[in-house]
């Protein structure tokens, strides 16, 4: 617990003298470009210092998974139950199983080399998003303020404890994520479905963004200048891209089984990773652990419906609330980064079968609307989300992890405020920015 209160304490003190330090226009580019540098070093060498010790996630299962990528022919595959990722994933350490087996690396958690390889691809992609949100930054931020962004991202603990240590690979589809707002955002629509959909190929919960392209299509498509030709030509990449999602499974497709469509391993697939383990909270903590149903199932009722029931309505609600930003911001795109933010927040937040990590998408979003719009706002909002994401993946996986959980823990209870809190400051600066133009 010590810990994690010195490493929060550390975080938001540096995050508070980087804004005030840099918020001033004298510093000279040298004093800036050491900064920049000295941030960049010390990421590299806790990303990878992080890298070589030993997970106490679930990602052990790697162990067992290449093996039979790289054994065996790819039909059939999810008919051993092993995993319940997309195909994307499937085939990137089907790659990395190769390049294991040509550097003759076994593939133990006993070998440091084997560790370090297999969470490489997660490293790779935190600082994919933290290039991503720099160049905006070099576009729209003067010199002095684009150490904040590049702070925000690349000193973030809860991506150190969750990509570097842990080993989970949530940064794969986040990056993905990123790219098809920041894609958006750069009017490069069209390309935005393909990174929607490898996103959605890495991990199902990229869907959660969906409405904000939705929003995209309708201002860009549908509103501007609509023609025709315009509209059948988005048609037609957007078909395009699904259609390679479903070419994506064909490999894994065994074209001699004869059950029916929804018995399809690479069908229940998809329904297996929504499932979750059907709870209200998965030791996220969210509304569902403030009011005490972490890890209680969610067909349990609260109030007059159950917990799904109610989760169920909190997605339709977000969406509306989304939407309202939407229409009030007069279709801003500089607002998509905070909408995407406000989905993946407002799920994790309100509906069911949630985990501590699922959050870490809206944290990239946030950085990267302080990147192309730098306000006091974002910016606070962007230290309280890192602060909040922090304590749910240290408290899952270090303090209470689920055999370890009990109601009477008072942590969780101040946790789950905490990201509720901050989802409410999250709603406060969308209402000042669609309402007085800050």
């Known amino acids: 617990m010590y810990y994690l209160i010195f490493f929060c304490i550390l975080y938001v003190s540096a995050a508070i003298f980087f804004y005030r330090y840099f918020s001033s226009s004298n510093i000279s580019s040298k004093k800036i470009f050491a900064a920049e540098l000295i941030i960049l070093f010390i990421s590299i060498y806790l990303y990878l210092y992080l890298s070589i010790l030993v997970p106490n996630g679930d990602s052990v299962f790697l162990t067992t998974i290449i093996p039979v990528l790289t054994d065996n022919d790819f039909s059939g595959f999810y008919d051993h139950g092993l995993i319940i990722y997309p195909p994307l994933f499937n085939y990137l350490y089907y790659v990395i199983g190769k390049i294991l087996i040509l550097l003759n690396i076994p593939i133990s958690w006993a070998y440091r080399s084997f560790i370090f390889v297999v969470k490489l691809p997660g490293i790779c992609c935190v600082f994919l998003m933290a290039l991503l949100i720099y160049k905006s930054a070099q576009k729209c931020l003067p010199e002095n303020k684009r150490v904040l962004a590049l702070y925000l991202i690349l000193l973030n603990p809860g991506y150190f404890l969750v990509t570097s240590y842990i080993c989970q690979f949530d940064a794969l589809y986040s990056f993905f994520v990123l790219l098809t707002i920041y894609l958006i955002v750069g009017k490069h629509l069209k390309a935005s479905y393909f990174a929607f959909a490898a996103a959605i190929l890495f991990k199902f919960q990229a869907l959660f963004i969906g409405p904000v392209l939705i929003f995209a299509i309708i201002d860009s498509v549908i509103l501007k200048d609509f023609s025709w030709k315009r509209f059948f030509s988005h048609l037609i990449v957007g078909l395009s891209a699904i259609a390679c999602m479903i070419l994506s499974y064909l490999p894994f497709m065994n074209l001699s089984d004869t059950r029916s469509v929804d018995e399809q391993p690479f069908v229940t697939n998809f329904t297996s990773s929504v499932s979750g383990f059907g ?50 911001g007069n279709r801003n795109t500089a607002l998509y980064p905070l909408l995407a933010a406000l989905m993946v927040a407002g799920i994790y937040c309100f509906s069911v079968r949630m985990m ?38 240290w408290g899952d996986y270090m303090l209470y992890p689920y055999a370890d959980y009990t109601p009477q823990l008072v942590f969780p209870y101040v946790a789950s405020a905490f990201m509720l809190f901050c989802f409410v400051f999250l709603v406060y600066t969308l209402i000042c920015e669609t309402t007085k133009g800050d």
């Not at 030791?283 to 007059?304: C, E, H, M, Q």
């Not at 730098?374 to 890192?386: M, T």
Request: aromatic share 22%.
């Open 356 to 393: 501590a990590r699922y959050l870490y998408p809206a944290l990239a979003l946030l950085y990267f609307g302080y990147a192309i719009k730098p306000s006091r706002n974002r910016y606070i909002c962007s230290v309280l989300f890192s602060v909040g994401f922090f304590l749910n993946t």
């Open 279 to 328: 709870r209200a909270s998965t030791n996220a903590y969210n509304f569902w652990t403030l009011v005490g149903k972490n890890l209680i199932y969610d067909s349990r009722k609260f109030g007059p419906f159950s917990c799904l029931t109610w989760g169920i309505i909190f997605i339709i609600l977000i969406v509306g609330l989304c939407t309202f930003f939407f229409i009030k």
